[in-house]
């Protein structure tokens, strides 16, 4: 279904990931330079930036570009259109479209120029909705469909974060907003919904047909597991109970199930940092001490134990502690995680390293082995009559 729905050839965008790969594969000392130009030179590539910043430059330039256009037809709209405001973005929204469609069949991918109108054609879309509806629920409805639609046929990872954001302010809003259910289940409906995702995400990210999704998915990924442990982190629950259900903290009252939280603030995180291990996933694993991290700040926000220059050192030396020894622990494993060098940090790495390989050696002439001691004619090997000795 997703091979369908994609708006790039199949051929090109595989030779788009093999060269990728290729790149990867140089940087980890798989690959020579003339490996590498060899397989570079053999592979229509699409045009894409790996540079964020020059991605960035281009998005700013096609930003500039669509709002050239979109100025050039609003002096004409705005003399047809007097009330209906909305329908100039729905309009604005097909011209951006339109213009992605283009940029798409001219082959750039992930270069800059096609992020800026992908986004601007969601963008009008959304506000022409908002202004049609003046509602949230709405506009949240068409961020998650658009969200899924753009993602999966441009393989856009930020369309992707657009339809997570529009799937979770969903839920919010219908409890918040329309009394779906009480307020205080807020923070376990973002808990179950988190899992929900990350489990769904990481079933897709299995499934070797959809590699190229993979980066995308691991976005996913990530902000579901950020979800989870924000849903359930003291300083998040406290301030949404005192802004969503005009709870009134003091030193003598506290949330309602604060023990609980108190614990989860600190217990996902080390969860998190389990599991990483235990799966040897990276994310995980760089997830949990993100929110480890961010679990103190939550507590020391309320409690101040000790002067912040106090924290800060004894937190170096248990950190500095803390690494040494894991890395006694580790530098000796050859498998699993350890501390030894990393040659490779993405699976979808070695899933293409062996298409690779084959495109660099396909044309290479098979290596003629010559005897550097000839016989005959004299000379040193005084294997025949000659003029020398």
């Known amino acids: 279904m997703p091979k369908k729905m994609q708006a790039y050839n199949k051929s090109e965008l595989e030779n788009y990931f093999l060269a990728e790969e290729a790149k990867k594969l140089y940087q980890k000392k798989f690959l020579s330079k003339e490996q590498l130009q060899k397989i570079s030179s053999q592979l229509m590539q699409l045009k894409s930036n790996s540079n964020i910043f020059f991605r960035i430059g281009f998005f700013l330039l096609g930003n500039f570009l669509f709002s050239s256009v979109i100025s050039a037809f609003a002096v004409i709209l705005l003399q047809i259109v007097s009330d209906e405001y909305q329908i100039i973005f729905f309009l604005y929204a097909i011209l951006a479209y339109i213009g992605l469609e283009v940029l798409v069949?001219?082959?750039?991918?992930?270069?800059?120029?096609?992020?800026?109108?992908?986004?601007?054609?969601?963008?009008?879309?959304?506000?022409?909705?908002?202004?049609?509806?003046?509602?949230v629920l709405p506009v949240l409805v068409t961020m998650l469909v658009l969200g899924v639609f753009f993602a999966i046929r441009f393989i856009n990872t930020i369309s992707a974060i657009m339809a997570f954001i529009g799937l979770v302010g969903i839920f919010f809003n219908l409890i918040v907003?329309?009394?779906?259910?009480?307020?205080?289940?807020?923070?376990?409906?973002?808990?179950?919904?988190?899992?929900?995702?990350?489990?769904?995400?990481?079933?897709?990210?299995?499934?070797?047909?959809?590699?190229?999704?993979?980066?995308?998915?691991?976005?996913?990924?990530?902000?579901?597991?950020?979800?989870?442990?924000?849903?359930?982190?003291?300083?998040?629950?406290?301030?949404?109970?005192?802004?969503?259900?005009?709870?009134?903290?003091?030193?003598?009252?506290?949330?309602?199930?604060?023990?609980?939280?108190?614990?989860?603030?600190?217990?996902?995180?080390?969860?998190?940092?389990?599991?990483?291990?235990?799966?040897?996933?990276?994310?995980?694993?760089?997830?949990?001490?993100?929110?480890?991290?961010?679990?103190?700040?939550?507590?020391?926000?309320?409690?101040?134990?000790?002067?912040?220059?106090?924290?800060?050192?004894?937190?170096?030396?248990?950190?500095?502690?803390?690494?040494f020894l894991i890395i006694q622990q580790l530098k000796n494993k050859t498998e699993g995680v350890t501390f030894q060098p990393d040659r490779d940090s993405d699976d979808s790495l070695l899933f293409n390293a062996q298409a690779v390989l084959s495109l660099a050696n396909a044309n290479t002439p098979a290596p003629t082995q010559s005897n550097p001691m000839e016989f005959g004619g004299g000379g040193f090997s005084g294997g025949g009559a000659g003029e020398k000795f």
């Open 105 to 135: 069949r001219m082959k750039f991918f992930r270069h800059g120029l096609d992020d800026a109108f992908l986004l601007s054609a969601q963008l009008s879309f959304l506000i022409g909705i908002g202004i049609l509806t003046e509602a």
């Open 177 to 323: 907003e329309h009394d779906f259910m009480p307020k205080f289940y807020l923070s376990f409906v973002g808990l179950i919904l988190a899992i929900l995702v990350y489990f769904f995400v990481s079933h897709l990210n299995k499934n070797q047909n959809f590699y190229t999704y993979f980066k995308t998915l691991d976005t996913i990924r990530v902000a579901s597991l950020l979800l989870g442990y924000l849903s359930m982190n003291y300083l998040v629950v406290r301030e949404l109970s005192e802004s969503l259900m005009n709870l009134t903290i003091t030193n003598t009252s506290d949330v309602p199930l604060a023990f609980v939280f108190y614990g989860l603030t600190f217990l996902i995180p080390l969860l998190y940092f389990f599991l990483g291990i235990q799966w040897k996933d990276k994310l995980v694993l760089y997830t949990g001490l993100l929110t480890l991290a961010f679990g103190f700040y939550s507590i020391r926000h309320y409690y101040y134990f000790f002067p912040i220059e106090c924290v800060m050192v004894i937190s170096g030396i248990l950190l500095f502690g803390l690494a």
